[in-house]
């Protein structure tokens, strides 16, 4: 065995004893799990936020219960027993109201907005359940899309795209920050109240943060006892009259501001409103207040994606619109400089996964510094793992400008929420549609246009083209695994003079090689003159070696569009193909018995495939070595496309289709035969023949060695040489032969 081939051995043998190995030791019971690390008390009193169970367990049941209400109720402190408190986000001192009676609490049933189960194009696209704690969304469900599904089988439930939360306040809950002294006195706040303003003037107190958004809020009815009213109004788009509904509560806060929070939901739109009324009936007040964003945004195919939690925060700046993007390890990694947005107006800010997004927006969007409503706006965390931060569940909290109300002074703030795919349909009416691109860092200049405005246009007409020949057979939808396939041919069919040119070029090279091989061992002690000859023989046969890589660069900016457009289009997401249940999950054939490290549960037939397509592809139309060092790098190139198979073995399966169809077209569209040289060499304007001409080629030249055939060709020539002079016969038949030099016999 060669050296060479040991090396490769060893590799691969390493390699199979680091995925298999723990699994095997650990179902053996010869590895213990590992011990999972409880936090320390003292740091979990001083976070209340990262204390308690991690998002998504216990929470099966959507509403709290109606006991956990009451308990909240009877924590409000009686009269005269208001003990100070320290505000677990800021490290202030918390301002704790006395009331006379808590807030009656409400069936959390009678606090629900919309309907999961509206399938009609015109109703409720999401169910909303509110929280009367903290007054805010505890947890929204998509009546148009289903939850995640691990395996073959859907189970058709609706999706979260914002789950509850047992420790953390809702989404949309907010806190005040007051400043005591000012507010008694009816003035503005110091510009910097830690420091003494200097002269007589006492030292200000630090604004202290009352945390309505672990107080219980009384709930709005109307006459009749109604919680959720009915709206009316009129759809922004399409100006037709829509239904909506709407749930108000109301608080007042420890400086007397009485705050009143309204959210309405109405139908065909992906998100609500939130409005927010402050006022003050006695005398004029000053404050600010702290807006939660929304959070709890599931992870989307956690043990295949790349894309977990990101927060987003959209500026305006000069007529443009901005977008910054934070993963989620790096919030968490910044806990110490938290991540945030002041400069510029804020027109959105949220969490995003690969095909959803949360997001709040002030409404009416601004434009300038003096309507915007904002003052920073700051990435936080809720919830990290140590282990695995790029997991972490974090959010966004907005700070306002300050706020000043008084008796014939109420201040009125709108806001809406936005839940749902990442399409720019969905994102328009909320000026988000740069959320719809891909926005990772990509060092192939164009390719984002690309896929925005060309790939993902084109994906959807094919698609509406499958839909068309559907409705022929009595189908109402269309297949998107058929819609890749036809995009993919429709992109070749546009690249296919360059691919062509390029096939042609790299055969020209491959006949080339038997002559480059005889100049590299004639000159092989003057490089100079062998690359001189190499370039003289490239012009002669009309080859140019540069060439061959234009209509690669041409194609590399359409192949990467290409790829991001199917990575994140939410259209494929649940859409089923042959024996594949989600296009935009890997195929998932079969479930291994055990974990396998780098491969997880599942089997994926598509990479296989997609790397067995390759090598073929390769072995047809590579040029054969002609030095050692050309050997070599052909070898690796093979052993580097198994390595490939693990490094795109979790891709989505819509990009192992677009693999395969480009694969099965490249090899079907490419030239055949693998020529030589002949003569005085190829010619340099011939085109090579395909595989039917190399089929009748063979076979007259068997006929041309049979005996009868050539006195028949003698014959015929003999025929129509008729009526010529002789010296014009003889030189006919001797055409070809070689001629003898001057002077000899």
Not at 86 to 100: C, H, I, N, S, Y
Not at 419 to 438: F, H, M, R
Request: net charge positive.
């Amino acid at each position: 065995m060669s050296t060479e081939k040991r090396l490769v051995l060893c590799v691969l043998l390493i390699f199979a004893w680091v995925m298999v190995a723990p699994n095997l030791l650990r179902s053996l019971g010869l590895l213990p799990p590992p011990a999972k690390k409880a936090p320390a008390p003292a740091q979990a009193a001083a976070d209340p936020l990262k204390a308690g169970t991690k998002p998504g367990e216990g929470n099966a049941e959507l509403k709290p219960p109606v006991a956990q209400a009451e308990a909240a109720a009877k924590s409000v402190a009686a009269p005269g027993q208001a003990a100070p408190k320290t505000d677990g986000k800021t490290g202030k001192p918390a301002v704790e109201k006395p009331r006379l009676a808590g807030p009656a609490p409400v069936d959390y049933k009678e606090l629900v907005l919309g309907s999961a189960s509206d399938k009609t194009p015109g109703g409720y696209r999401m169910e909303v359940q509110l929280e009367q704690k903290g007054a805010g969304v505890e947890s929204v469900l998509s009546s148009r899309y289903d939850a995640e599904f691990e395996g073959r089988i859907n189970p058709h439930l609706p999706l979260r795209i914002i789950r509850p939360d047992k420790v953390a306040p809702p989404s949309l809950s907010l806190t005040l920050s007051v400043d005591p002294v000012a507010s008694a006195e009816g003035g503005p706040r110091a510009e910097h109240p830690d420091q003494d303003p200097g002269g007589d003037q006492p030292n200000l107190t630090p604004a202290s943060e009352d945390l309505l958004d672990s107080e219980l809020w009384d709930v709005v009815r109307d006459d009749t006892g109604r919680i959720v009213l009915p709206l009316t109004g009129e759809d922004p788009i399409s100006g037709n009259a829509i239904e909506g509904q709407q749930v108000s509560f109301r608080t007042t806060a420890s400086n007397g501001v009485v705050v009143t929070k309204t959210f309405r939901l109405w139908q065909r739109m992906d998100g609500l409103e939130l409005e927010l009324r402050f006022e003050s009936p006695d005398r004029d007040r000053n404050f600010s207040y702290n807006l939660l964003g929304p959070h709890g945004i599931p992870i989307e195919g956690e043990w295949y994606t790349g894309t977990f939690r990101e927060v987003f925060f959209g500026t305006y700046n000069e007529g443009k619109i901005k977008v910054d993007t934070h993963t989620a390890y790096d919030v968490a990694k910044a806990r110490d400089k938290p991540i945030e947005s002041t400069t510029l107006p804020l027109r959105f800010t949220g969490v995003e996964n690969q095909y959803f997004a949360t997001l709040m927006a002030p409404y009416p969007a601004p434009t300038s510094e003096e309507d915007r409503l904002d003052r920073e706006s700051k990435a936080i965390v809720l919830h990290e793992d140590a282990k695995a931060l790029q997991k972490a569940d974090v959010g966004v909290r907005m700070s306002s400008k300050a706020v000043k109300v008084g008796p014939n002074l109420p201040q009125v703030h709108t806001y809406r929420l936005f839940a749902g795919p990442k399409s720019e349909e969905a994102l328009s009416p909320y000026g988000a549609s740069a959320l719809a691109t891909y926005r990772k860092s990509s060092y192939i200049p164009g390719a984002s246009y690309i896929a925005r405005y060309v790939i993902t246009p084109t994906l959807s007409f094919t698609y509406q083209v499958t839909r068309r020949v559907a409705a022929l057979f009595g189908y109402d939808r269309g297949n998107w695994g058929v819609a890749i396939i036809l995009l993919t041919l429709l992109v070749k069919l546009m690249m296919f003079p360059l691919g062509r040119k390029q096939a042609l070029m790299a055969q020209r090279s491959q006949e080339l090689q038997p002559y480059l091989k005889q100049i590299q061992e004639k000159y092989k002690d003057d490089k100079e003159k062998q690359t001189k000859e190499t370039f003289a023989l490239y012009k002669k046969h009309g080859v140019n070696p540069v060439s061959g890589c234009i209509p690669a660069l041409i194609q590399l900016p359409i192949f990467v569009g290409l790829w991001q457009a199917l990575n994140t289009s939410v259209a494929l997401r649940h859409a089923s193909f042959l024996w594949i249940n989600d296009l935009a999950a890997p195929d998932m054939l079969f479930r291994f018995p055990v974990e396998i490290m780098f491969l997880g549960h599942w089997f994926n037939l598509l990479p296989i495939v997609v790397v067995g397509l390759m090598l073929f592809q390769t072995k047809l139309f590579a040029p054969p070595p002609t030095t050692p060092e050309a050997e070599i790098q052909q070898k690796t190139m093979k052993y580097m496309m198994v390595f490939m198979a693990f490094m795109f073995y979790k891709v989505p399966s819509g990009l192992g289709i677009y693999f395969i169809t480009s694969s099965l077209w490249s090899i079907g569209a490419g030239p055949r035969g693998k020529g030589g040289p002949g003569g005085a060499g190829p010619a340099p304007a011939k085109k090579p023949p395909g595989a039917f001409s190399l089929f009748m080629e063979k076979i007259l030249d068997e006929a041309r060695k049979d005996p009868t055939y050539r006195k028949v060709i003698e014959k015929r020539d003999g025929k129509a040489k008729e009526g010529k002079p002789d010296s014009d016969a003889r030189r006919d038949r001797d055409r070809g032969k070689p001629r003898a030099r001057p002077g000899r016999k």
